[in-house]
């Protein structure tokens, strides 16, 4: 099985040892983004993964590419060109010191300023038999807008599967109008089969004014021929987080059990929950197992440093049959 | 609005990594000490400050100067003599495990030898508005307590308003007696506007025999023309630590709420506090306001590495809006 | 007080900063084994240790000698000859992610191919008070195996203490069968006076068919004339981790009340808890202090980085005195 | 005496231990830029030192600034606006192993995007006597380059004193043709009293002809009225590197002898060499010690890690006085 | 073009800071190995490369291949079988004290306990130009070595080109007598093409009685029908270090000229040469600039951490044309 | 062969990374001292040693002696008393950059404080054939003075070897006047047997006036009854860095040849020296050999981190038989 991810690849940050940009000038450099995250993921459950991506054609592109490798994801699609790759800072956060995440200009990398031309899509889904679009590629320029599109369209007319995953944040988008951001994604979506999203998406984005979940969801995977729609959210419960998820196929929506989270870092936790329902999908497993498993993914992540999650299939199983009380492997 | 501390600077040794001292050799080795943790803080909410301290004149000290810059207070007054600086180790806590402070000799510091003479305190309080003088002064050198004295008289002589933390810990003071002490600490107190400190610091130093708070502070509040009295203290409640708040003005008492504690560096706490109670009083914020953000300034610190607290307003308004639950920032 | 331990001594390789194999490069090294652990925290409360064992001759072997002296363990007895020493890889783990370890071969190590007659066994009790011997002697070769009874064998003759660990894990023996592994452990508790174990050590290995553990203990005890049998275990209540101990004398258990655990790294807890129960036992206090010893003695371990407790009597004392809610010392 | 220099901060990433981009994720990262770099080292000389230029309004511009106070450099003038700062990655060199620097986008950084009415000039010279330019603001946008010249115009008509650094690099400027980059420079030079550059500077970019360096130096010096013209080059003798520099007043150029380099980290040499010249002129040396100062600070910049020169005077005299072969002070 | 290499993979600890084993626990884990190093270097002047070797099946393992990934050497053919990896530990020299390294067993790791059956050479040959063997193969077990040369054989009759590499050191095969050793090696050079190794290696090993080195290794090459034989050495002229190597192809051989060394890490120096030599007889130089390229990427090598070389074409052609002398690139 | 040592433990604070102090808040710390540096050597060359000081009775004595243990120093002289202990920043130099030291205050440290009644100093020499004392304590106090004083007198009642090394530096003793200080010299050599010292220690400290080497050094050893005086210098030939040593017996001077060093860490050199010229006594070798190891270890010493010499006489032979030019051990 060989899943092809298109979008941005960033480099994050991290300022060392639980300490904020003040303390110190040591930092940990990793390569991240959604796609980077989600192939990391497949690839340590056992599945061919790729990317589609223009990383500069410099050391730092080059560093970027030996990182993916490292990570299990085929750098022979990757385009290099330009000078530039978008770029974040994390401090950790602690109890009740939140995380924080400080974005950098990725505007002017070499990826948002690739031109539709620059990809040749067919060539890029040879082998391919998944596909998956992160929401951002809307949001950063007309080219990229149009790529994913393609894309998208390009891979459904071929059968493939595609994923996309709605990633949509109000505050990176604050200067593109609400109907034209909506129109993008509406755009899209007709050329998806699996969508990783929130009620919020539909709602707000969307302008769905439909308050009951069940047919929320219904009127949406309805409209647009999703065959899942599939989300995770956080709660807090007696000063306690907790992380859950729901999975929405055909007319139902499958509900995952909440579980305790203890998070040393918090990012990429979607993309981790967006990789186990891929993986289960692909196992067809049942949707509960697949729920389980996506979550308990999701939740190991938030345990450990970096978005990029490295679990094999057998550290989550682990994971689940021990109930998370599991303190020691040897 | 220009404040001024006047107190020891101190290099703090950090062990690496949660170990103990004879786990591992690497330290990391910070500036800190009462006035700058209180500046610092005071800095990041955007008084200007300064420090009347005395550093070696060497690299220590230049490097000490460079660290007080870096945290936004400045070392124009600062007085360059001597050879040493006073320095304590820290291993942090891990739960059970209680965090450990073991203190170098202070009394060889070029502050804790330097001599009333060597100070021009009418050109240090030019321009200030507040002054802050930490009461280990009083316990270090017949010369550090007659500089802070005078500092005091001076600074009232010229309508300051004149901070004082009592600071007082036992331990510190085992070859002083305890009548010395108080008459130490009762000869500043006529000098002083605000005071930070704890009903034990009335009760065993200072000898008052009320065991109603309210009562109490009022005396001493009364006795000394003491316009706020403020301290903090920590609890445990089902395992559990919590961190609460009180301000004391005319015959009032004013009480936090209880805020869950997780901590990482628990010194500097209370300075925390103090410069959240500082900054509430310049704003002319409701004494509930200053309190609530005075323990947050100081939960945050708690949750953060270094005595030095360095959150501006909005990260403490951003913990106070989401009570804490908030993990991620971007 | 002299004490002499016989074992393996091995190199941990501790993944820096939380972060799993796979996600840096950078790692701690130091020198442990059960051995080690268990001088090393004698060491720490005051008793004169020593090691027998086998290091390899070449920069590696010094290095561990070089740590062990540093533990407060005497490197005088140890035999430098061959080339190689046994290994683990340890990952730290986080909330519901497990720590894990990953042994190297044990069996090329130095200590694993010494021969029985490399050892002087009655020059190395000279001036030995007390004997420990690793059950996983029994596991590695016949030549380990056989030094370990012998050393048994000559030190009960001289009249001296000897402690046994069980330590047992069937998941290293998976090659050798239950009767022969069961065989081997027969053979050596003859000579022992106090052991540590478990309850499964002795119906699962042993194969005794008793539930009730006095009666079970008390079979054991009188079956090999052993003085002390104990040991400890790990409970969740409520999602949360304790931990006790319990200890057997004559015909009755005596049991710690459960203490709450907050674990950074938990390799070394029965090491720390057996180092708690031999010094309570020399002190001679009561079974109940003993046992709260030993138990704080292993909670504040797991509290710390590194399998090797280096607490002294002082730390544990104030770990117990402050019901382990004290969270600064200075 | 009191400098105020115009130009881009920028955030440097080291790779750590000498090691390549892809061999280690391990960063320091340090804010610095040639006016940085210039006033840091004419704090150290004991000047005050204000930087004039734009920072992003977020936590890495107010890490940049924290780390500016700590060189000694003032941040009352900075203006905080935008989202981005410029940033490049080094990769130390070792004997035949080039040092590598990698620009990221410079052009959506807060400062490149700094409008020329976002300036206060007036108030900015306030209390200045010196102003420095560095003619990278000349490459990077069309407000970036009017804002250079406005500010030398309005210091000019004030009375300071106009340093100007060429630092031009064509490898920079590959997007703008040589005609319209030469009429930049020449836009500024009647407002400049002191330049920084190199025989090159004059001849590729201005289009001198004229091959004798006095006449060459003489006839620039002439056109734009410049009082003083300096600079410094690297030479290799016997496979040994030897830096030294010039000064031209008046009608003649003045040499400094050649200093032997030994280099950990290369990037700045010239902005220590200009900071020495202009110490130099101010304390009124001999225009031959002036050189010698200039050379010994760079080549001591060139010994230490980071761009920025942190050398006291006292450092300085030092090495020259032992003509760099002392090794140890204490 | 697509080369495979035979061999061990083996885990490096380098000690971090320049310090020895003593001296700090602070390492630095990386995966290394003839093969390794060799495809590295290959990979980063790019070309295809793959390692067919066997990798514990554990998270030592996976680890490895992450590295190795991360290297551009692809894992598809890696055997994941046992438990165990070799490793070495390196401490770095500093001029007059020397680099150490202290090898670990390797006959214990999962390659070395290979079995001739566990490797299908037939599939692991498709698509194959070039096969790299590692002569250690043959100092291991009967196994490898068997292994070693059913892979040249098969290679070589399905017309790959086959290297080899000497690497004999005596000191590693201290326990297998001259004449074994010997009849090993004289046994696989039939099937090889490209051989790289030494003039002691034919005196010393194979017993060849020739001085003359024209003579020696035409004799050697029309015994063995080899190709090119291939070598480089190190010679210290005047306190200085010097690094140069030659070529013999039919009855002559070529020289490089000699390159000053500058040297952080000694370690793969000949795995660099010989990457060197294969990319420039694969791109079909001419002799001279094969050496100048070969010996420039080993002194490149030489002057950079860890074994593995990872320069490029135009890196190892940037030092070739600056000669060494280029000390920054930007 | 037992040797002892007298004198002070002072921890050293080295700044990461070749960076100075106002660069970076990482630091090394390690235990140090001139009667740590020499016994830690020693006890690599195999002798047993043991230390006779004052250290604090705290977690920072704990380390101290945990220290010392691994370096191959008995702590069971050790007393622990008192609060403080010694310490200097090191900043390391780079080429032209100089190393540089900065004490704080030695004489608050625990055995500063010392007095003469704190030690049993027969105890002290049981079993004990050579003692060092370092003349540093004649700087410190006067009760250090005379503790070194009657040390050196009970030793040579005993029949002990007493060594004494001047360590003299004026600008530490700037407070003490010339003849007072050479009367404290004067006082104690009558009881010493091995001195080591400088020319100028003898001609600027103790007044001697003659310029002939041989003549002085036999007068001052005639004068003292010195058997050996032995000490070591530098110099520069065409900017090389060279160290030698010379070895006065009876009426001659021997000389070693002139070694070129390479330094990364210049303190503790004649510490090596003096433990290469006691091990050679004690060995019994010609004093020519004597000499060259005895600098042999010293180069070694410069060419390695920290001032604590840790090679073994098999590492010296090494770097003798090679000539310093051996780059790799394998």
């Keep these: 099985m060989n899943i092809l991810a298109f979008g941005e690849v960033m480099l994050r940050y991290t300022v060392n040892d639980h300490k904020m940009l003040e303390q110190t000038d040591d930092m940990t450099v990793t390569t991240v983004g959604t796609g980077v995250n989600l ?23 080059k560093k970027a590419a030996a990182d ?30 939140p995380q924080r995440v400080t974005y950098q200009d990725r ?34 320029t007309d080219q990229t807008r ?18 996309f995953d709605f990633n949509y944040r109000m505050s990176l988008n604050s200067e593109i109008d609400h109907e034209t951001m909506k129109k993008r994604y509406q755009e899209i979506l007709p050329y998806v089969d699996i969508v990783f999203g929130s009620k919020r998406d539909l709602t707000d984005l969307l302008d769905y004014q439909i308050d009951d979940e ?21 709660s807090i419960v007696d ?10 196929h055909h007319d139902k929506i499958y509900r995952s059990s909440k579980h305790k989270l203890n998070i040393i870092d918090r ?14 999908l692909l196992e067809k497993w049942t949707f509960e197992d697949i729920l389980e498993f996506a979550v ?23 994971y689940i049959d021990s109930d998370g009380s599991n303190d020691l492997i040897r």
Tied chains: 1, 2, 3, 4, 5, 6.
């Excluded at 790759?85 to 401090?91: L, M, N, Q, T, Y």
């Excluded at 987080?241 to 929405?248: P, R, T």
Aim: proline share 2%.
């Design 68 to 97: 993916l490798r490292k990570l299990g994801i085929s750098d022979r699609k990757i385009i290099y060109q330009g000078h530039n790759i978008g770029s974040f800072f994390v401090e950790l956060g602690f109890g009740p010191r």
């Design 239 to 248: 000063g306690e987080k907790y992380f859950e998820g729901f999975l929405f």
């Design 214 to 234: 069940t047919e929320l969801y219904k009127k949406f995977c309805v409209e647009y021929q999703i065959n899942f729609f599939a989300g995770s959210r956080r």
């Design 267 to 280: 990012i990429g936790s979607g993309d981790a929950f967006a990789s186990g329902i891929i993986c289960g």
């Design 296 to 318: 308990a993914n999701s939740v190991l992540a938030q345990a450990s440093m970096n978005d990029t999650p490295i679990f094999t299939k057998e550290d989550v199983f682990g």
């Design 146 to 163: 149009k790529a994913a599109k393609k894309l998208a369209q390009v891979a459904q007319s071929r059968n493939k599967t595609v994923c």
């Design 107 to 140: 505007l002017s990398s070499a990826f948002s300023r690739s031109k539709i031309e620059d990809y040749d899509f067919e060539k890029a889904l040879t082998g391919v038999d998944i596909v998956h679009i992160c929401g951002i590629a809307l949001s950063l």
């Design 39 to 61: 192939l990391s993921s497949l690839a340590h459950f056992g599945y061919d993964t790729s990317i589609l991506t223009v990383l500069p054609d410099n050391p730092i592109g």
